[in-house]
Nanobody, 125 residues
């Protein structure tokens, strides 16, 4: 079992920066890939970013590539999503997820077994 708790979401102005955190507990953190997804009102959940167990490989959606950075600190059992140059269209609930294995990075939500409760990010223009 893995428990995930996101934090860091808040109201931001366009152009600003924000870092989300995802604290994990349970299974050994370095044994599973991590991902970030988001869901805006009235829209389906979408992939944002993912990384492998050691953080050596990453993947991003086209909409955030060059602006967002996923990272993880296995010594702190925490994954991060650094978000720069925020846009109003980044407004969503952001979820972190724990992958089924150490491989990846996974872009499909079906490859993740555990999800956090989400943290709201709102970007005003």
């Amino acid at each position: 079992q893995v428990q995930l708790v996101e934090s860091g979401g808040r109201l931001m102005r366009a152009g600003g920066s924000l870092r989300l955190s995802c604290a994990a507990s349970g299974r050994t953190f370095s044994s599973y890939a991590m991902g970030w997804f988001r869901q805006a009102p009235g829209k389906e959940r979408e992939f944002v970013a993912a990384t492998t167990c050691g953080g050596g490989r990453t993947s991003y959606s086209d909409s955030v590539k060059g602006r967002f950075t996923i990272s993880r600190d296995n010594s702190k059992n925490t994954a991060y999503l650094q978000m720069n140059s925020l846009k109003p269209e980044d407004t969503a609930v952001y979820y972190c997820a724990a992958g089924r294995t150490c491989a990846g990075p996974y872009q499909d939500g079906n490859d993740y077994d555990y999800w956090g409760q989400g943290t709201q990010v709102t970007v005003s223009s």
